[in-house]
């Protein structure tokens, strides 16, 4: 089974090391630099991308966070993970979020998603103030999407999801994490 981490600076952090330790991985909550040491992969919870942003500044994460992405390390981002990956705070995918993007009158919903890659029937996706994909380059590939608004993509190492499913007893995004987590380790 792989070492993987999840970043644990602020937001749903517990819930996906619980689901994580369910399906049988090494976990390590993150909070420094030295806690990247050796992992095979990363989850960058949901919370709130503000606050997670002065919290990976005031710990001097981002450049090793970056130099994990670039060594091919897989990275799963939820929710405002999605936000922090992408060209406005961390700038490792080439996406840009706009937040809170499905508005006021509904921040939070669920949907049933056909995502390639994972069997069976759909993912129940809830949405939490989610983001959605507002603009990316020709090699990030998008997975899923909601009133045509893309809410799962993938480049290369990295896959991004703008719903919760580790509050959802869905497991299988975190499977197939784990699943490409393994090959590194
Ligand atoms: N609305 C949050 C933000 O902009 C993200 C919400 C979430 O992670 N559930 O940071």
Redesign the pocket.
Known sequence: MPLVGVLALQ??FAAHTRVLRGLGADVREVRTPAGLTGLDGLVI??????T?TLGIEREGLGDPLRELAAAGTPILG????M?MLDRDHLGIADWRCA??AFGRQIRSFEADLRIPGIDGPPVRAVF????WIAEHGDDVEILASVDGHPVAARQGNLLAISF?PEIAGESRLHELFLREAAVRA
């Open positions: 937001g749903d919870p949901g919370g709130e991308s503000t997670m939820t929710c405002a993970g936000i937040r809170n939490i103030r989610a983001p919760h």
